[in-house]
């Protein structure tokens, strides 16, 4: 077991955005979290990835309790995230972007600099080095933010809707590079509206709605789940579902 | 110079890239030189003086983010621990310089773990607190001066005591200072630690979600700026042979030090060394124009320069200068 979520509660005031929430994910895993807009996805994401301290509950990581241990502790011990809005350090060249993923396994220059190279070509960013990367559209952006963390050789990424907005094509070649990454042995917990991503790469699927975890297995069983469908659209309106797909 | 063409077609200078450091040294070299007399000389060591501790300020300020304008209080550590060496103890002044670097370290440590819990302005207005409180303090305790302040020897009583007639010795020993700190920021540039701390600046979050100890990282960078910001002041104190509390820890020492890095380019190596060459002698011309009743005129000159700055180039006039020089460029290269 490389991750443990067990019981996570996070509350803001008396809202509980996250209740009771479990996940265990195998090392080698591609497992998705679906919901609609505000069902506490991101909530239990940020939890996972040290942003947000939990109410209650517990996460282990590698056999290491993580529940109220800092980002940069996750960053140290192997999980890396990706931010849903992409939080590109905007002066610096998409190289350096890199490099300070790079730096957390090479300190010295030199090291750190052919890591961040080799991760640039992987992620098809090599046309891009020495640009300013605020000059990146959304797609340059979302393959910044993701080579950034996979600089710092995660052993478990944290993908927060790292996929969306992207146009078809960009989209499978996106799909293509995830599962480039997952072949590399990064375990990856993915957070996603399209169900199309979700749906080819995951194995394993969470849905969540305010808050609780209401189905869970293979995602072709969720998707069909009465549960996840009536969180999704209401009763009694199946015609919609074609849109959601 | 010869024009090649980018990697995205556009033409760029290809210039090696030590010529405007060889050029930048040689002129300030030679500039005693050229300009010997000792007005001259006067606005040289002035600016020099501005340089450095704008330098200082831009390891936190610049390179970091972390606006700080009570970057006075190491300053004015600096400035009074060579006097209050050669008051109490009779010592050479210089002797004082180590015992300011150990203070100001100090206080930077001591400060930056509360105030970097806070953000933006934040930060920027409890430093100013910080920076007050230390100038009214230091007003009212008589050890070192209260409000009349601390002098040195009057006559040298060797070469050690570094009191000069002429401002010649002062001007070289302040660019060698200026040197090893620009060459200590060039170096941090391309280390870790530049990349850590310009992450930081570009985003908190972000840069914590990589593993980057943003809190000690700015801890480390504060007590960099506040060693050199010490030793700026201590050679203002051992060239002045006198300090108060307002020329020591008055605001105007924090926010000179601000206006020059912002004016130059925050966050460049060479920003702030630009933001005094403007700055220093505009400050002079000013004085002297108007003598003594343009006093205020200094901070109507501030203020004007933090609107200019603030509307139309954040980026200082490095900035400014990247943006329209490649178009002068191209279009003399079209012509």
């Not at chain 2, 430093?127 to 009214?136: F, G």
Request: aromatic share 10%; hydrophobic share 50%; with cysteine.
């Amino acid at each position: 077991m490389l991750l443990e979520a067990d019981a996570v509660s996070k509350a803001f005031g008396s809202f509980f955005a996250v209740r009771e929430a479990n996940l265990s994910v195998d090392e080698g895993e591609i497992v998705g979290l679906i919901g609609p807009n505000g069902a506490g996805k991101s909530t239990f994401f940020n939890c996972l990835a040290g942003d947000a301290v939990p109410t209650s509950g517990r996460i282990i990581f590698a056999s290491q309790d993580m529940t109220y241990a800092p980002p940069e502790a996750h960053a140290r011990l192997g999980i890396g995230r990706t931010f849903q809005v992409p939080a590109t350090f905007e002066g610096m060249t998409v190289l350096d972007n890199v490099m300070v993923g790079a730096y957390l396994r090479h300190p010295h220059h030199n090291d750190a600099r052919e890591c961040a190279r080799q991760i640039i070509e992987l992620t098809g960013l090599k046309a891009q080095t020495d640009i300013a990367a605020h000059s990146l559209g959304t797609p340059g952006r979302k393959r910044l933010e993701i080579a950034r963390v996979l600089a710092t050789t995660p052993r478990l990424m944290l993908l927060d809707e790292s996929l969306a907005g992207l146009t078809p094509t960009e989209l499978q070649e996106a799909i293509g590079l995830v599962r480039k990454i997952h072949e590399t042995g990064v375990t990856i917990v993915i957070v996603e509206h399209i169900m199309e991503v979700i749906m080819t790469l995951a194995r394993r699927v969470l849905a969540f709605n305010q808050g609780h975890v209401i189905a869970s297995g293979k995602p072709e069983d969720v998707v069909k789940d009465e549960a996840v469908i009536e969180a999704y659209l209401g009763r009694g309106r199946h015609s919609y579902r074609s849109r959601s797909a | 110079m010869v024009a090649a063409t980018g990697p995205h077609g556009q033409s760029v200078k290809k210039i090696p890239a030590l010529t405007p450091t060889v050029l930048l040294a040689a002129g300030l070299l030679l500039y005693p030189l050229v300009f010997s007399g000792p007005f001259y000389l006067d606005i040289g060591v002035t600016f020099l003086l501005a340089a450095i501790s704008a330098s200082a300020w831009n390891i936190v300020g610049g390179y970091a983010g972390q606006v700080s304008v009570g970057h006075a209080m190491f300053f004015g550590l600096g400035a009074y621990s060579p006097l209050l060496c050669y008051t109490l103890f009779g010592w050479a002044p210089i002797a004082g310089i180590p015992f300011g670097i150990a203070f100001s370290i100090a206080l930077a440590v001591l400060i930056g773990i509360p105030t970097f819990r806070l953000t933006g302005h934040y930060f920027s207005m409890a430093t100013i607190a910080v920076a007050e409180l230390i100038r009214i303090y230091f007003g009212t305790w008589d050890l070192v001066g209260a409000a009349i302040g601390l002098q040195g020897p009057a006559t040298a009583r060797g070469w050690w005591d570094l009191t000069f007639r002429s401002e010649l010795p002062y001007y070289y020993i302040f660019l060698a200072v200026l040197a090893i700190l620009l060459c200590l920021t060039s170096m941090i540039e391309r280390r870790r630690f530049g990349y850590y701390l310009r992450a930081i600046k570009a985003g908190e979050r972000a840069a914590r979600s990589l593993g980057v100890s943003v809190q000690q990282t700015k801890i480390r960078a504060l007590a960099l700026s506040a060693a050199f910001t010490s030793v700026a002041g201590s050679l203002y104190s051992v060239k002045t042979g006198f300090v108060d509390p307002e020329s020591g820890f008055g605001i105007l020492v924090s926010v000179q030090m601000v206006i020059i890095a912002a004016l130059g380019g925050a966050g460049r190596l060479y920003g702030p060394l630009l933001g005094a060459l403007i700055l220093i002698p505009l400050q002079s011309a000013t004085n002297t124009w108007f003598g003594g009743g343009g006093s205020g005129l200094t901070f109507i000159l501030y203020g004007g320069i933090i609107v200019l700055i603030a509307r139309y180039e954040p980026g200082g006039v490095f900035e400014l200068w990247e943006n329209v020089a490649p178009r002068i460029w191209r279009r003399k290269h079209a012509a």
